[in-house]
């Protein structure tokens, strides 16, 4: 008692904390009011932890760097950049496309001054946002003309808007999808006022089933590319060129949501083939519709190619202006786009495709490298083994076929709680780790791995955080 008297006693004050060394970096990164506030509650849960246990006093040092390390914690964003080692390249919840320099770039400088947005600076009078990327699109995707707005959920919203509001919109019932949180084709249809004319079964849907659906009140018949599963077995569909000279003999519009939709041939780059957006224009589409931030490589967006007088209507239905993107994305878009005017250097500058495009054997080399250094850091508690495993693309695309990839498998020596404080402390490092919990092991898939150096020195903390030492505020020595 004499001790902990003693101790509490000997507690520093606030003000002497704040003429500390440490404190002159705390003040200069949180401000004094701040600073002060933190001082006095590591002081407050201190004087608590003194009053139970015996305990030297802290010094004023020891204080400063307490504070220093809650507020730094406070302050961290949980959109700090993360290490995707999930093993699926485009995952919606962490943000799927991580863009290409130059995209990277052109959205920092446009953040940083203003740009001509609307403005034609050849003739000095306004201009149209969509200018920026029109002529891009349409060299890329063979169609008349484009437009861009937020997503693709935006994307099919307003062309359903624009083509069928009060109207009816035919769809055939193997392709009525629902995507993720809250995208669910019917729900999208009647919010953009169209009415949902479901044509054919689960399985199988013919030509004569569309021909019949048609009278004077059909606004478009939609097409959706099931991305996110498939059916198989007893199945039939009516494909793309079919629907469209179908669509051309009744002269009702023929809208097809691609989704991911590809630009270029992904068979080009050891991948499964998807079917591109060129060949959706060609077949005859009169509207097309994809997602720029899924196998295309780039920002959140979604854009909408096709006839010029569809693309014209959209662009004069009110609702585009609350679907539009800003200058900053808009900027990164056309980066992104203009890599593809060189096909054959595009796997090395498109995050997206150059992480798809990895073999097998170069991550497994990455593996080896990497797993004494990783068994370092987890500790004795774990064993670390190299594993085959098999990565997704993603967002939907080609969900059946899997690529081949490689990775780290943790498993626990003494259990699972210890495997789920191990998957706790990865997600809390300062740039968390997120791997994928399966059969009783944490998979590291190493497919997105670019950066080892940082990988390491981010797992070191591990077993070496500072914070650790003073849980709760309670020096523990
Ligand atoms: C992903 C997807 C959408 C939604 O696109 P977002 O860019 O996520 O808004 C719509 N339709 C299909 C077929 C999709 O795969």
Do not use: W
Request: one cysteine or more; glycine letters at 8%; proline letters at 4%.
């Amino acid at each position: 008692m004499e001790i902990a008297r003693a101790a509490l006693r000997d507690l520093p004050s606030v003000d002497a904390v704040l003429n500390s060394a440490t404190a002159a970096a705390l003040l200069e990164r949180f401000g004094r009011s701040a600073s002060t506030e933190a001082i006095r509650t590591v002081l407050a849960e201190t004087r608590i932890a003194l009053k139970s246990r015996m305990l030297p006093p802290p010094t004023v040092e020891q204080v400063a760097t307490l504070a220093l390390s809650r507020l730094a914690d406070g302050d961290r964003t949980a959109l700090r950049p993360l290490f995707n080692l999930t093993g699926t390249v485009l995952h919606t919840n962490l943000g799927r496309a991580v863009l290409a320099e130059v995209a990277i770039e052109a959205a920092v400088a446009a953040m940083r001054d203003p740009v001509a947005l609307e403005f034609d600076l050849a003739t000095g009078r306004r201009g149209e946002r969509d200018d920026h990327v029109r002529d891009l699109l349409c060299a890329l995707t063979g169609a008349e003309d484009a437009t861009v707005v937020n997503n693709n959920a935006a994307a099919v919203l307003l062309s359903l808007n624009t083509l069928a509001a009060g109207r009816e919109a035919i769809v055939s019932r193997g392709e009525l999808i629902e995507i993720g949180g809250a995208f669910r084709m019917p729900d999208i249809m009647s919010r953009a006022g169209a009415k949902l004319v479901e044509v054919g079964t689960t399985n199988r849907t013919h030509p004569k089933d569309y021909k019949s659906a048609i009278n004077e009140a059909t606004g478009v018949i939609l097409k959706v590319h099931t991305s996110n599963y498939r059916v198989l077995g007893f199945t039939s569909d009516v494909g793309g060129a079919e629907l469209a000279r179908i669509s051309a003999d009744r002269n009702v519009p023929l809208m097809n949501d691609l989704g991911s939709g590809t630009i270029v041939d992904l068979s080009r780059y050891g991948l499964k083939k998807e079917p591109t957006v060129r060949e959706a224009v060609a077949e005859g589409a009169d509207v097309v519709t994809f997602s720029g931030d899924k196998l295309l490589g780039g920002p959140q967006a979604g854009f909408i190619v096709g006839k010029r007088a569809i693309i014209d209507a959209i662009n004069r239905n009110p609702m585009k202006r609350a679907l539009r993107v800003d200058k900053i994305r808009l900027a990164a878009i056309e980066a992104t786009l203009k890599l593809y005017r060189d096909p054959d250097r595009l796997a090395e500058r498109l995050p997206t495709l150059r992480l798809l495009a990895r073999p097998r054997s170069e991550i497994e080399d990455q593996a080896r490298r990497l797993s004494p250094a990783v068994q370092q850091s987890v500790g004795r508690g774990f064993t670390v083994t190299i594993c085959e495993c098999e990565s997704q693309i993603g967002s939907g695309a080609l969900p059946l076929d899997t690529i081949p990839s490689a990775g780290l498998r943790i498993t626990s020596n003494t259990g699972g709680i210890a495997l789920e404080r191990l998957a706790a402390a990865l997600r809390g490092l300062r740039r968390p780790v997120i791997g994928r919990l399966e059969d009783g092991a944490i998979v590291l898939d190493l497919r997105c791995l670019t950066d080892e150096t940082e990988f390491l020195s981010v797992l070191n903390a591990l077993d070496s955080d500072p914070s650790a030492q003073f849980q709760n505020g309670q020096p523990s020595r």
